[in-house]
């Protein structure tokens, strides 16, 4: 193929930096979802590449970085309350999850110049190295956009959701992106699959993106503690308050009943189709993929069922969210491995 590095040396080295890379983004995603649960994110009101690198070094610059978080809509309505300790607390969230992400972007392009210097990678694997690197770039710049949403003249009291789930399905895309780029590197071995099961692949695989979407839409809104009784949503299969008064249409993505039921329903699909892949791949070449993919989705299904009746307790939730980056690795490599030959052969061309 020709975006192979250029030596069996070459290869062995560049898939251990991007499993690498993908284990910082996998730890980053999570220290993203633990910032959003401890209401972290608003802590730091400006976005400095360079100088916001360092924490606040004395009590004075503590006492600025106070201040100019006393401005926030977030601290005069919600947290008018709040103790210097307790804002240090929501401070080191928001200040480790923005050094994680410059750690990230240093190993990455550390990793590529390197790789350029020894000569082992030609252009095309550059290229998709460059789209890698870029797609970190731009993840730093939609966080700022996701924060700056909560900041100034509004009255949120968090990052705005559409913003969230933004950040957040760009966060799964690199990470996917680094997982389709290992194994084309040669981390595995495809199977020959028919046509229906490779379209099911990528629905599957589209499903999966669905549901993360809609489980940045609850995390969003804070609408994972509103119903916890289940099967039912407040007595009944359909809560009442499903339709918002004064939301309308926009129920769908901005009200709290809503996003949680429909997260609720697009469970029970994926799991019905994760399930019906598993059972017609039975005895083909691709029967453990599906069956591994499927077996997440019903243990990520398990997990949502009892984060979801316990309150959804932070510790819970965040292992919730692990689980499900996980579902959507399995199904990222679900598809790689039932490519279609016609597929490779266009690719490859």
């Given at each position: 193929?020709?975006?192979?590095?250029?030596?069996?040396?070459?290869?062995?080295?560049?898939?251990?930096?991007?499993?690498?890379?993908?284990?910082?983004?996998?730890?980053?995603?999570?220290?993203?979802?633990?910032?959003?649960?401890?209401?972290?994110?608003?802590?730091?009101?400006?976005?400095?590449?360079?100088?916001?690198?360092?924490?606040?070094?004395?009590?004075?610059?503590?006492?600025?970085?106070?201040?100019?978080?006393?401005?926030?809509?977030?601290?005069?309505?919600?947290?008018?309350?709040?103790?210097?300790?307790?804002?240090?607390?929501?401070?080191?969230?928001?200040?480790?999850?923005?050094?994680?992400?410059?750690?990230?972007?240093?190993?990455?392009?550390?990793g590529l110049v390197f790789f350029l210097m020894?000569?082992?990678?030609?252009?095309?694997?550059?290229?998709?190295?460059?789209?890698?690197?870029?797609?970190?770039?731009?993840?730093?710049?939609?966080?700022?956009?996701m924060v700056s949403s909560g900041i100034g003249?509004?009255?949120?009291?968090?990052?705005?959701?559409?913003?969230?789930?933004?950040?957040?399905?760009?966060?799964?895309?690199?990470?996917?992106?680094?997982?389709?780029?290992?194994?084309?590197?040669?981390?595995?071995?495809?199977?020959?699959?028919?046509?229906?099961?490779?379209?099911?692949?990528?629905?599957?695989?589209?499903?999966?993106?669905?549901?993360?979407?809609?489980?940045?839409?609850?995390?969003?809104?804070?609408?994972?503690?509103?119903?916890?009784?289940?099967?039912?949503?407040?007595?009944?299969?359909?809560?009442?308050?499903?339709?918002?008064?004064?939301?309308?249409?926009?129920?769908?993505?901005?009200?709290?009943?809503?996003?949680?039921?429909?997260?609720?329903?697009?469970?029970?699909?994926?799991?019905?189709?994760?399930?019906?892949?598993?059972?017609?791949?039975?005895?083909?070449?691709?029967?453990?993929?599906?069956?591994?993919?499927?077996?997440?989705?019903?243990?990520?299904?398990?997990?949502?069922?009892?984060?979801?009746?316990?309150?959804?307790?932070?510790?819970?939730?965040?292992?919730h969210q692990a689980l499900g980056v996980i579902?959507?690795?399995?199904?990222?490599?679900?598809?790689?491995?039932?490519?279609?030959?016609?597929?490779?052969?266009?690719?490859?061309?």
């Open positions: 193929m020709t975006h192979m590095a250029k030596s069996p040396l070459a290869d062995k080295w560049i898939r251990r930096w991007l499993v690498v890379i993908a284990l910082l983004v996998y730890a980053m995603i999570l220290i993203g979802g633990m910032t959003r649960l401890t209401d972290s994110g608003l802590s730091i009101t400006e976005w400095d590449v360079i100088g916001g690198t360092l924490p606040p070094l004395s009590e004075h610059h503590w006492a600025e970085e106070f201040a100019k978080y006393k401005q926030t809509a977030e601290f005069q309505q919600q947290n008018y309350n709040m103790t210097f300790g307790e804002f240090e607390y929501i401070y080191w969230w928001e200040w480790g999850h923005r050094l994680f992400g410059r750690l990230i972007g240093l190993i990455a392009v550390g020894r000569n082992w990678i030609g252009r095309a694997l550059t290229a998709r190295l460059v789209i890698l690197i870029a797609l970190g770039g731009l993840q730093g710049a939609i966080g700022w956009w003249d509004t009255d949120r009291l968090d990052v705005a959701p559409y913003r969230l789930m933004t950040h957040f399905m760009l966060a799964l895309i690199i990470i996917g992106y680094t997982v389709w780029l290992w194994l084309d590197l040669g981390g595995e071995r495809r199977f020959k699959t028919s046509r229906l099961l490779s379209v099911l692949s990528i629905a599957l695989l589209a499903l999966v993106s669905i549901q993360m979407a809609s489980g940045a839409l609850v995390a969003g809104l804070d609408a994972g503690r509103t119903y916890t009784d289940w099967p039912l949503m407040d007595g009944a299969f359909l809560p009442a308050s499903y339709i918002q008064e004064g939301l309308g249409i926009r129920s769908l993505f901005e009200g709290l009943a809503a996003t949680q039921f429909n997260h609720r329903v697009l469970a029970y699909v994926l799991w019905g189709a994760a399930l019906g892949g598993a059972m017609l791949a039975w005895g083909k070449p691709a029967a453990k993929p599906f069956a591994l993919l499927a077996t997440l989705v019903t243990a990520q299904a398990a997990w949502g069922i009892y984060t979801l009746v316990s309150g959804a307790p932070l510790e819970l939730a965040i292992i579902v959507f690795i399995a199904a990222v490599r679900l598809v790689w491995i039932t490519r279609s030959p016609q597929e490779l052969q266009s690719a490859t061309s």
